[in-house]
């Protein structure tokens, strides 16, 4: 038998990580450069000064994630795995992101008009440390960016209905969080068509269309490329799959119920979204530089 999920806390090193002033610049230069094929290869000259996860070698999942920007891993936490995390995630404060002075409340307790209740601890718990560090997505990372990736953030929040007007992330963009990253998502509740699936344009990580950095509407969207490429994520707790959000995608604005999600940002450089939260220690994986960690 498998050992529950513990709601283990890491110690913490430092609450404000602040990203340096050289990561602050490069992300000014890469979030101008639009073309995904300047972007791949300017990610390609920087894969050539970093160090390689020689042992990363044909990831089934690798051409799936070239082509279309994303592979699903149906039941990637089984169903008393997942309940169990959702079950620390639940007992954990939240805050929401764009409307800090709410300060903080459970998500029981949550204001009116929240959209995303944050979990800002969520990078201390060493069971989602055991997800973002796995081997497998690891060696998916590092053979997608073609070097060992940073382990940039570890996020968890939840997605709330009773709203009218999707907010921020619940309209389609694209995100430019480095010149190469991937997010890998993990569902912690079922998400069926009311609970805000995550919605992805296949293929549009490399498509030079809606190139712009604002928000799209769906109809924009529609048009540009096809209501039969827009994937909608329904699936169970336990369900995950990773992208390339540079890609077009949203988080569909919930109707009913709650979604909880557990997020991990790989990336070849690291971000000016880094984990603003660290624990002490290195990277439990040599096959990664972890921006939770701090020596
Ligand atoms: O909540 C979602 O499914 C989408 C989140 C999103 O846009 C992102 O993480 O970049």
Known sequence: MQQAVSGELLPLKRRIARPSIPVYVFHRIQERIRHPGTRKRLSDVISLFRPKNRAAAANADLAALNRDGVVHFPGYLDAGRAAELREILSQMACRDPWKPQHGTFLLGDAPPGTHVADIAEAPLLRAAHDIAFDEHLLSLAAEYFGSVPYVDSIQAW??????????????????????????????????????????????????????????????????????GRILTMTGRAGDAFIEDTFGVHKGQLPVSGTRLLLQVRYSITPTIFRSRLTVPGKSPAATSISLIHEG
């Open 158 to 227: 939840w997605s709330l209905s009773g709203n009218d007007e999707p907010e921020e992330a619940e309209n389609f963009h694209r995100d430019n969080d480095a010149i190469r990253f991937l997010k890998f998502f993990l569902y912690l509740t079922d998400v069926g068509e009311d609970q805000g699936p995550h919605k992805f344009v296949r293929g549009s990580h490399v498509e030079p269309v809606l190139l712009g950095t604002s928000r799209l509407s769906d109809a924009e969207v529609e048009e540009a490329f096809g209501t």
